[in-house]
């Protein structure tokens, strides 16, 4: 009798970069993801990588997550990571609009710059601070709000090109631009 072997998950391994301006989320969110922790103080990133798996009884995924500093100061170095990356996580701060329209102009150049046919996932960070009342209120005197889920999605669809033909959408630019929200710290 022949004995029956178990198949084994078919293995794929992505490389992931992330980027955005600094402060806006990425390392915390790359943290819970590889290390099921939150951090609890801010330490600034000048290049850090993570790895974390991913499994079905199908399929196993190998990420390789490169973090990257939004620093200015890293702006020569940090393309240097964008090189056979399988997609880019284009970061922003939901409770700072300022970096939002970072990722719109100084983020979506570069990437296009040094990887223009990698896929990008717009990430909105920090969605459980959407709630939070000392940041709304912060807000409020600056006479701002926290980015919406609606206004964002209604901007990543929208948003014309200033670099190519006018009226293009971002994700016809990307090469297929996907929006989401990791859960907040606290939800």
């Not at 600034?44 to 620093?71: H, I, K, M």
Request: one cysteine or more; glycine letters at 4%.
């Amino acid at each position: 009798m022949k004995e029956r072997r178990t198949p084994q998950p078919v293995v794929v391994r992505c490389k992931l970069v992330l980027v955005g301006d600094v402060q806006c989320g990425k390392t915390a969110m790359l943290q819970v993801l590889a290390k099921d922790c939150y951090p609890e103080t801010y330490v600034p990133t000048v290049f850090e990588n993570y790895t974390a798996c991913l499994e079905t009884e199908e399929q196993r995924v190998e990420l390789s997550l490169w973090d990257t500093s939004g620093s200015p100061y890293y702006d020569n170095v940090r393309p240097l990571c964008y090189s056979d990356s399988d997609a880019v996580l284009l970061c922003f701060d939901i409770s700072r609009p300022e970096t939002m329209d970072s990722a719109l102009k100084k983020w979506r150049t570069e990437i296009l710059d040094y990887c223009p046919s990698t896929r990008v996932l717009l990430i909105g960070c920090k969605t459980d601070l959407r709630t939070d009342l000392s940041t709304l209120m912060e807000l409020s005197h600056q006479k701002q709000a926290p980015i919406s889920y609606e206004q964002r999605v209604r901007t990543v669809l929208f948003e014309p090109s200033k670099r190519r033909e006018v009226g293009l959408r971002l994700e016809e630019k990307f090469g297929g631009l996907m929006y989401g929200e990791p859960e907040g710290r606290h939800q």
